[in-house]
């Protein structure tokens, strides 16, 4: 085992100081390996969100203002620092949010490569030029501006990733930005600012606040500085945060759940794609918003796949993220060990049936076995609802239009895949399936460079890419005449 590394005091961020307590008092952070208390973080009131919204109000002009080239400086002088500071990001990435720790050092790495992306594409942002169609007009010019103060909820499965692609985008655009992290994982994000104040980013440009998400959420988006709301979390979170959105006019993007279906063509080798099925269901604990959870698999090679990815399964190796070679660690939060009982339960008592795991691992700590579900019913809330855990569904099929027909049967549409040798089928399956991210012949839908978000009940909008960038700016005409 590592070493336990050791946990920082956890201060607010706002208007460049760092406040390391409030009137609101704390709340305490822990360990999901063990249920130890592992620090306590400030809470923000009225008085702390007050002063945040003003600052970035205060900080946007000057920070808008800048050439992109300058803010490109700024920004890459901070993800050097986030290089620099890997290892010790991911360490308390992983005590406080328990993935194994050779996750949370690519996940690290990553967050500093999408910011860089971001901050490197702002400075192509170039205007358009629209031939007018009346003698007497100049010229007609279409500008990217950024949007304004932007507010960002994120969530604890992924502490680095996704706060990078909000304040990276956010940042690079122009913006000044107040983002509350998840207050089970609020050290990460932190680091992160950390490193952009160390690298010179002026006073309010940047301020990190935590508390009741609730309060928070509605202070912020009800804001008259605020002028972008972007969120990243549960369907039924996103749809409230959207309706306050829209009630005060704000620019709004969500990415919300998923539950990603894999269609296993007869002419897919069933071993190779349950080699690469394993670890893509079972990273972060399932806990990952495009996790593969449905697998579709045709009747003529559905034993092979089956056995292949039950041996794989059971192979992983769990335990505390902090120990060498652990493949599969706990869940975030003991709650999240009911909600996996009470999906297996059902699934079974509706006539599925449980291949592996199906239980909590005595052990201290939020463990849970790695699950296999055969033919939970439809009807099943787990075929309905995104388990967003250590569980997989198999089901065999014969047609392959049933088999698409079944993937898109659900409201949410973030990720898909499947696996085909056939040109004919590939195209096919690229162009049925409904999803804002569709993985053919591999899982690795989410790239710096590429959008990431979906259709349907899964968001609005999309983080990273150049579609993440723009959503941080606003559309400007400005047309001369003589």
């Known amino acids: 085992m590592n070493p336990i590394p050791q946990y920082p005091a956890l201060p607010l961020l706002i208007d460049g100081r760092w406040i390391e307590g409030t009137d609101e008092g704390t709340l305490e952070v822990l360990n999901p390996a063990d249920g130890g208390v592992i620090g306590h973080l400030p809470v923000a009131g009225l008085r702390e969100l007050h002063a945040a919204q003003a600052a970035a109000a205060r900080a946007f002009p000057g920070w808008s203002a800048l050439l992109p080239i300058e803010r ?6 901070a993800t050097a620092l986030i290089r620099e500071r890997a290892e010790r990001i991911a360490q308390l990435l992983t005590l406080e949010q328990g993935k194994p720790l050779s996750e949370s ?12 992306f971001l901050a490197e594409e702002a400075k ?3 205007s358009r030029g629209v031939p007018p169609r009346v003698h007497g007009i100049l010229t007609q010019t279409v500008e990217r501006v950024p949007v304004g103060p932007v507010a960002a909820f994120t969530p604890w499965n992924f502490p680095a990733n996704l706060p990078a692609r909000k304040l990276g985008g956010a940042l690079s655009a122009g913006c000044s930005f107040i983002i509350k992290p998840s207050e089970e994982t609020p050290a990460t994000c932190l680091e992160i600012a950390r490193a952009f104040m160390d690298a010179g980013l002026p006073a309010g440009v940047l301020n990190v606040v935590c508390g009741d998400p609730a309060r928070i959420s509605r202070e912020l ?17 996103g749809k409230l945060l959207g309706e306050q959105a829209a009630r005060h006019m704000k620019r709004y993007t ?29 990273r972060n604990a399932g806990q990952v918003c495009a996790s593969p959870i449905r697998f579709l698999v045709h009747r003529s090679i559905y ?9 794989g399964a059971a192979a992983l190796r769990v335990g505390s993220g902090l120990d060498d070679g652990v493949q599969l660690g706990p869940l975030i939060h003991e709650r999240r060990i009911g909600e996996m009982q009470a999906f297996v339960d059902e699934a079974v008592a509706q006539g599925g049936r449980v291949l592996l795991g199906g239980s909590r691992i005595v052990r201290p700590g939020c463990f849970y076995h790695p699950t296999v579900i055969e033919k939970a019913p439809l009807a099943a809330r787990v075929q309905r609802e995104e388990p967003f855990g250590p569980i997989a ?12 027909g079944r993937a898109n049967g659900l409201p949410y549409g973030l990720a898909a895949y499947a696996f085909t040798t056939d040109l004919k089928n590939s195209h096919r399956l690229s162009r049925e399936l409904r999803a804002g991210m569709i993985g053919i012949n591999h899982f690795g839908v989410s790239q710096p460079e590429t959008p990431f978000g979906g259709v349907g009940d899964s968001g609005v909008g999309s983080e990273s890419g150049l579609e993440g960038l723009l959503s941080y700016t606003d559309v400007k005409l400005v047309s001369v005449s003589a």
């Open 72 to 77: 490109f400086r700024v920004i890459t002088r």
């Open 105 to 116: 050092r690519r996940e690290v790495a990553l967050a500093a490569d999408i910011i860089d």
């Open 124 to 126: 192509r942002l170039a």
């Open 221 to 237: 988006i009800a804001s008259e500085a605020i002028r972008k709301v972007s969120f990243t979390g549960s369907v039924p979170v």
């Open 254 to 282: 969500a990415e919300l759940g998923g539950h990603a279906p894999v269609i296993v063509c007869p002419d897919a080798d069933p071993a190779a794609v349950a080699r690469l099925a394993v670890p893509a269901k079972y």
């Open 303 to 311: 034993g092979a796949f089956r056995d292949a990815f039950i041996a």
């Open 393 to 404: 569904l198999l089901d065999e099929y014969d047609d392959l239009g049933e088999a698409i």
